[in-house]
């Protein structure tokens, strides 16, 4: 079992950056990589970005590629998010999932362990 705790959504203006975080605890060595997703009210999950565990290779959809930034600090086993650059269409709430090894890393079936999801809202 894997625990994701999230934390660091909130309220910012258009243009503005916000990091979020994700501390991951229990059983760590099973990881293989760690997702962000967010849902937007009345949409369906979508697909952020990811990091590979062990070699930390990053991978990002289109709409946050040159924005959104994925790091991880092993020491903390906590990965973050930095959202730079946002738009009113980044309003969502945003979850960090991990898995195990198998299938597409940009799918959220097949991620194993979702954090509670923390909102993120884009408005002046």
């Known amino acids: 079992q894997v625990q994701l705790v999230e934390s660091g959504g909130g309220l910012v203006q258009p243009g503005g950056s916000l990091r979020l975080s994700c501390a991951a605890s229990g059983s760590i060595f099973s990881i293989d990589a760690m997702g962000w997703f967010r849902q937007a009210p009345g949409k369906e999950r979508e697909f952020v970005g990811f990091i590979a565990w062990i070699s930390g290779s990053t991978y990002y959809a289109d709409s946050v590629k040159g924005r959104f930034t994925i790091s991880r600090d092993n020491a903390k086993n906590t990965v973050y998010l930095q959202m730079n650059s946002l738009k009113s269409e980044d309003t969502a709430v945003y979850y960090c999932?991990?898995?195990?090894?198998?299938?597409?890393?940009?799918?959220?079936?097949?991620?194993?362990?979702w954090g509670q999801g923390t909102q993120v809202t884009v408005s002046s």
């Open positions: 999932a991990a898995r195990s090894p198998g299938g597409s890393r940009w799918q959220p079936s097949t991620y194993n362990y």
